[in-house]
T-cell receptor, first 111, second 114 residues
């Protein structure tokens, strides 16, 4: 089936550790995105990539890093510099005009 | 910078009641507008979209939205809600000439009581 696959679904991390969230798409979309969802704050853009080997910071990029080595893959690393990493992370891809397709999300909890 | 406002944070309705969720955006250029829905335990999915043409657009499950350019609004409506409409609803806007960077509102949680 075509879609966005995020893993893991749930992740626990100790303070000071980096963690990487995986996002894979088989929709052949050029653009991919990472959003953070917190209660009452909607979705906030962390990073996005319009094309392989290129990516741009979103509104809340501090403490995060990404790579886009393949069209299908856009992993997000939550670094120890992220002060409040406990959140629900959503990956999306888009074929154009702003219509996005979302994965099921990854819930990160920092212990 | 673009921004999207959803004024209702939590709406509680009984089944068969009518629904209207407000969405206002601030941006001077031409935009595409969207409503996304997130049902409990499911991923975000597109409910409806407006790019151009008829300002009244119809989406899935009986939802519709009206684009009023003069008011910078894109309110979501449904004449008669069902318990299965319980979900979180997000309005979103993207600049038609921009980089596909979608701006989301803070979301409205809808609870429908049977």
């Amino acid at each position: 089936d075509g879609g966005i696959t995020q893993s893991p679904k749930y992740l626990f991390r100790k303070e000071g550790q980096n963690v990487t969230l995986s996002c894979e798409q088989n929709l052949n979309h050029d653009a991919m995105y990472w959003y953070r969802q917190d209660p009452g704050q909607g979705l906030r853009l962390i990073y996005y990539s319009q094309i392989v080997n290129d990516f741009q910071k979103g509104d809340i990029a501090e403490g995060y890093s990404v790579s886009r080595e393949k069209k299908e893959s856009f992993p997000l690393t939550v670094t120890s510099a992220q002060k409040n990493p406990t959140a629900f992370y959503l990956c999306a891809s888009g074929g154009g005009a702003g219509e996005l397709f979302f994965g099921e999300g990854s819930r990160l909890t920092v212990l | 910078a673009q921004s999207v406002s959803q004024h209702n944070h939590h709406v509680i309705l009984s089944e068969a009641a009518s629904l209207e969720l407000g969405c206002n955006y601030s941006y001077g250029g031409t935009v595409n507008l969207f409503w996304y829905v997130q049902y409990p335990g499911q991923h975000l999915q597109l409910l409806l979209k407006y790019f151009s043409g008829d300002p009244l657009v119809k989406g899935i499950k009986g939802f519709e939205a009206e684009f009023i350019k003069s008011k910078f609004s894109f309110n979501l409506r449904k004449p008669s809600v069902q318990w299965s409409d319980t979900a979180e609803y997000f309005c979103a806007v993207v600049d038609q000439t921009g980089a596909n960077n979608l701006f989301f509102g803070t979301g409205t949680r809808l609870t429908v009581i049977p």
